[in-house]
């Protein structure tokens, strides 16, 4: 099976989540035929429910991944290059990109990127995201115990960081940079790392990509409030809710006039994942409340609230690409020294 490149996508979800019970980490998820019921992953550090392997998500739909682009593109500052400012549509494209690598026939490619969709931050040991990359955080997960960690914990705010250096170094190579072709070529790859970067940070704003409640309250972990346990409620909620009830106005009005400022890039993108995890708790009040049901007519919290999830998104998405451009000088500056010693 090939994922599909662009276009309807929750609407596929949706069609394929009614007719096989799709259910796994994050959008349309796994055939219980390939995954268990239960929607849950690998073992907990601390000797918790167990936890299933189940497969990693397909985020928020091609609808919400272009609204977060594109809300973000066009609240940028003026002081961006040009080039930047005028690539709009060009973002606004790369924002599903990495949901249309998917490919289960494609192995090696599929298992390089697959867990940086979402981090189950119940599972990641105290310390842990302390880790100086990715390779140590993972050494970490090992010796805590957790089985196949890469599957059961994920990478996600390790993604965001590592594009987010990338696209920073860019920058401060294209500034130095004469005109001609390599600017061009440099130019290219600016873009496609801006693109890719606001896939992930799009994934963190939707609280099923930060937790083990990825697809259903987790089962083996206490739920007194009843939340629902429905295995299709993650492609329900991201791709089929969203195309049926949340324009891309509902999210736009939502958007500050001025990208927010950062602090240290690792920390802010770090507490960014950890708010969309506290919103775990309300997503799953609304949905026992109200219910996210793209076939009838919504609630305004529920509507409320997953286009507020997306201008999250969208405004640290706008965040990170200006600070990215911000520090690209200090980056350039260094390297200068460096050549000078």
Same mark, same amino acid.
């Given at each position: 099976?090939?994922?599909?490149?662009?276009?309807?996508?929750?609407?596929?979800?949706?069609?394929?989540?009614?007719?096989?019970?799709?259910?796994?980490?994050?959008?349309?998820?796994?055939?219980?035929?390939?995954?268990?019921?239960?929607?849950?992953?690998?073992?907990?550090?601390?000797?918790?429910?167990?936890?299933?392997?189940?497969?990693?998500?397909?985020?928020?739909?091609?609808?919400?991944? =272009?609204?977060?682009?594109?809300?973000?593109?066009?609240?940028?500052?003026?002081? *961006?290059?040009?080039?930047?400012?005028?690539?709009?549509?060009?973002?606004?494209?790369?924002?599903?990109?990495?949901? =249309?690598?998917?490919?289960?026939?494609?192995?090696?490619?599929?298992?390089?990127?697959?867990? %940086?969709?979402?981090? %189950?931050?119940? /599972?990641?040991?105290?310390?842990?995201?302390?880790?100086?990359?990715?390779?140590?955080?993972?050494?970490?997960?090992?010796?805590?115990?957790?089985?196949?960690?890469?599957?059961?914990?994920? &990478?996600?705010?390790?993604?965001?960081?590592?594009?987010?250096?990338?696209?920073?170094?860019?920058?401060?190579?294209? =500034?130095?940079?004469?005109?001609?072709?390599?600017?061009?070529?440099?130019?290219?790859?600016?873009? /496609?790392?801006?693109?890719?970067?606001?896939?992930?940070?799009?994934?963190?704003?939707?609280?099923?990509?930060?937790?083990?409640? &990825?697809?259903?309250?987790?089962?083996?972990?206490? /739920?007194?409030?009843?939340?629902?346990?429905?295995?299709?409620?993650?492609?329900?909620?991201?791709?089929? &809710?969203?195309?049926?009830?949340?324009?891309?106005?509902?999210?736009?009005?939502?958007?500050?006039?001025?990208?927010?400022?950062?602090?240290?890039? =690792?920390?802010?993108?770090?507490?960014?994942?950890?708010?969309? /995890?506290?919103?775990?708790?309300?997503?799953?009040?609304?949905?026992?409340?109200?219910?996210?049901?793209?076939?009838?007519?919504?609630?305004?919290?529920?509507?409320? &609230?997953?286009?507020?999830?997306?201008?999250?998104?969208?405004?640290?998405?706008?965040?990170?690409?200006?600070?990215?451009?911000?520090?690209?000088?200090?980056?350039?500056? *260094?390297?200068?020294?460096?050549?000078?010693?």
């Amino acid at each position: 099976m090939t994922w599909p490149a662009a276009g309807p996508w929750g609407q596929a979800a949706l069609l394929c989540g009614a007719l096989l019970g799709l259910g796994g980490k994050g959008g349309a998820g796994a055939s219980p035929l390939l995954a268990p019921p239960s929607g849950e992953r690998g073992t907990t550090p601390s000797g918790g429910a167990a936890l299933e392997f189940r497969p990693p998500p397909l985020p928020w739909g091609s609808t919400g991944h =272009r609204y977060v682009s594109r809300a973000a593109h066009e609240g940028l500052p003026p002081d *961006l290059p040009t080039f930047f400012r005028e690539a709009g549509e060009q973002l606004v494209y790369l924002g599903p990109e990495p949901d =249309r690598w998917r490919s289960p026939d494609l192995r090696e490619m599929n298992d390089a990127w697959q867990f %940086d969709h979402y981090i %189950d931050l119940e /599972n990641v040991p105290e310390g842990a995201l302390d880790a100086p990359d990715r390779w140590e955080f993972l050494t970490l997960l090992h010796q805590a115990g957790i089985q196949r960690p890469q599957q059961n914990v994920g &990478f996600l705010p390790w993604r965001i960081l590592e594009l987010y250096q990338r696209l920073a170094s860019g920058f401060a190579r294209w =500034r130095e940079l004469p005109e001609g072709p390599e600017r061009r070529f440099l130019e290219a790859r600016i873009l /496609n790392d801006a693109g890719i970067l606001g896939h992930y940070v799009a994934d963190a704003a939707q609280p099923h990509h930060t937790t083990i409640h &990825f697809n259903g309250w987790a089962e083996g972990v206490p /739920n007194p409030k009843g939340f629902t346990s429905d295995r299709g409620f993650h492609a329900r909620f991201e791709s089929a &809710f969203v195309e049926a009830h949340v324009t891309y106005e509902e999210v736009a009005r939502r958007m500050s006039p001025q990208p927010r400022p950062l602090g240290p890039a =690792r920390q802010a993108i770090w507490e960014y994942v950890r708010e969309g /995890n506290r919103e775990v708790e309300r997503l799953y009040e609304l949905e026992l409340r109200f219910g996210f049901r793209p076939e009838l007519p919504p609630h305004p919290e529920t509507v409320a &609230f997953a286009a507020e999830r997306l201008a999250e998104g969208a405004e640290m998405l706008r965040a990170l690409w200006w600070k990215a451009w911000l520090e690209s000088e200090m980056i350039l500056a *260094l390297e200068r020294e460096r050549r000078r010693r």
